[in-house]
């Protein structure tokens, strides 16, 4: 018992480091696209190593601690930020019965947990002692409070369907059809919601509020350097692919192949292709779409932002659940 | 205590924006009174890279002093040496040649499309959008592609002489010109759709930093920024210099006040700027390219002063002369200044991220302000 | 309207001004003296409204100081430069930029640039120039800066 969860955890930290590299690379690239540029081609084939080079630079930097900063908490947020992104990490099934932990109330444990995240952000502008910090550290609270309430509605929208917390419940639902196709429009718009909230919670462009690089230089992070610069980096990169993961999970039938119906010739088929890669395949597509936010639209201002959530989208996922609710009882869905 | 957390004593947070700052694309320096997110006060500190051209200039000759003007509005280097070489021209009563004058509308165009490009990038991303950053320098490479063939330099050209320029087109000149026109007619389009029609970018600007009409004229505030706010203070058409009076082009006047205004205000000007240059390109005169001038050059005792519109605004160079070869005193109105000082009234009351919004809207570039 | 009309319009307003029209725009010389209350006249009068003030500077005379004001109309799209003699012993002027707003800054380096003071300014402090350099103006001809300055 002791040994598999020494295992799972260095998989896990495996995982992490791999990840981070993948997407840190896949951002730039992705914007090196977008931006009509090559973006990273020196170190190791075709710029591959970039970000370990960076990676390793990051490493070798002093870590600088302000003089007037609250020590503990300055050096402690980082951990924070990385140790909710580890946690998300437990309920989601990577593949078919590929899960660290199956709990029977998984989408509640992603909601509950995912919330911490803003306390790390909190403490970090907090304890840097700098208005800059500061002013982020705050923006970012109310954007991560508002916009969880969006985010929770819209996943309670596939929990109505389901009628079940368990992420393998919620898979395993959707083996004649994903929900995004099973739900009409319901699940449409809370899809629609989902990705807004998750880009707002992770602190994304166009919802970057939190670092605004041209307002606030770097926001919450602003004096923080190597190491510890590089885990928020890491833990924002992270948060992005899990709740890309939770979106493909619950939208997209995280790794349960295309189906239709029972059209089993036509199902059969598509079970030759590995679940792993119907899921990495769905969440990478999930990140590129919210990559593609990132590098195309401007920032929104606090005022809009905090009106986007508490004037539309908390109204419209509030009726859509309503919504859902009626169709689900009435089993108005395929 | 109160300056421990950098408050004042009603307990508003006082923030310094730069002078190292991604917003302030310089060393500005912005001492910001917020109480939260809103504006109370902005109180711009200036002169981090002061160079005293005025004190410089006042012992450098008629023909050296144009080429320091080129470092203060960086991005409309050559509109900035024309407005000297007419001051000179004015004071000396020579005759530019035809050919000169018409090389030069062309340039200053050029210059004003890449300036607009410039800004349009940078605006962009203060807002929050980096990619139109890259698509706008895109375009704005061939302009300095053309700069390089013709004056030697891509940023500070100098290609400006009392008496016309400095040296002859370069053969590629009209061809390459040419091939801009096509290309930047396509690409302004694209600017559209990248920004213009964009949702969240309209709710960024509009309504964001009024200036009325009335403080538009009061601040001095001129260029695309005055003409947002609906004052007709284009000086090519007013009071036009070289050859804009012989071209057909339209003062763009907005009448929104805000930053939209300002932004529309830009991007159609970069289409008239198109125009123009469409209608000399092809129509450039044979001949000389300077007109004769003695070695030294004296300005007769008196005062000149020279108005022309760069891509920022009113650019005035005033040379009082007493009768020597260097100017005695010379004094340069530049638009940044001026422009600068109506950010306190645009700003107060609205929010810390409009700031960027309005700063960019209002093309600062920092040399020009400190000169 | 023409520099003849002006003329007769200003020395209405103003009857102790000199002209002085060897230059491209009418120049008008004022007492310091009279400067505030003749500047409310030209920006307030309908057929003037001289409502944008486009330059504002100082020029050192060695003996004495000259403030120099470019104004124009937006609206008759006329233009008139005033000047002002002050004494370089003790440099005053009121000031107007509750006038002209633009004034507010342009002053504020005439200030410290050539140690004019504006009096009744709202807000006289260095713009350009860092802390420690009030009472050194750099723009005065008699200006020297052994480490900076270097001759030609």
Known sequence: MIIEMVIAGIAVIGLFAALGLVLVIMERRVAAWIQIRLGPNRVGPKGMLQSLADTVKLLVKEGMTPNG??????????????????????????????????????????TAISSIMVISILMAGWASNNKYSLMGAMRSGAQIVSYELSAGLSILTIVVFTGSLNITDIITAQADGWWIFKGHIPVIISFVIFIIAVTAETNRAPFDLAEAESELTAGFHTEYSGMKFALFFLAEYINVFIVCAIGATLFLGGWMPFHIGHWEAFNQVMDYIPSSIWFFGKTFFLIFVIMWFRWTFPRLRIDQLLNLEWKYLLPISMFNLLLATAMAILGWHF | MFEEIGTNTEGDLIINVGPQHPATHGVLHLVLTLNGETIKKVEPHLGYIHRSIEKMCESLTYRQFIYVTSRMDYLSAHINNHACAISVEKGMQLEVPERAQVIRVIMDELTRIASHELWWGAMAMDIGAFTPFFHAFREREKINEIMEET?????????????????????????????????????????????????????????????????????????PAGRGSGVSNDIRKLYPYAVYDKVQFEEILETGCDSLARYMVRIREMKQSILIIEQLIDNIPEGDFQAKTKAVLKLPKGEFYTRVETARGELGVYIVSEGGTTPYRIKFRSPGFSNLSALDKMARGSKLGDLVAMMGTLDLVIPDIDR | MNNEELKTKITELLPSAIFDETGEWLNINVEPGDWLSFAGKLRNEESLFFDYLFCLTCIDWKTHLTMVYHLSSTKFRHNIVVKSTLDSNKPEIETVSHIWQTANFHEREVYEMFGVNFLNHPDLRLLILPDGWEGKNPMLKNFEDPINMIKL
Not at chain 1, 72 to 78: G, I, K
Not at chain 2, 155 to 165: A, Q
């Open chain 2, 151 to 223: 004056c030697g330099a891509r940023l500070t050209m100098n290609y400006y002489v009392p008496g016309g320029l400095m040296a002859d087109l370069h053969p590629d000149f009209q061809k390459k010109v040419k091939e801009f026109i096509i290309l930047f007619k396509k690409k302004i389009d694209e600017y559209d759709e990248l920004v213009t029609g964009n949702i969240i970018f309209i709710n960024r600007m509009k309504g964001v930093g009024l200036l009325s009409k009335e403080d538009a004229v009061s601040f001095g505030v001129t260029g």
């Open chain 1, 69 to 110: 900063a609250d020590k503990f908490l300055f050096n402690f947020a980082p951990f924070i930020a990385m140790m909710v992104a580890m946690l998300l990490m437990a309920p989601i099934a990577f593949a078919k019965d590929f899960q660290l932990w199956d709990m029977n109330i998984g989408v509640l444990y992603i």
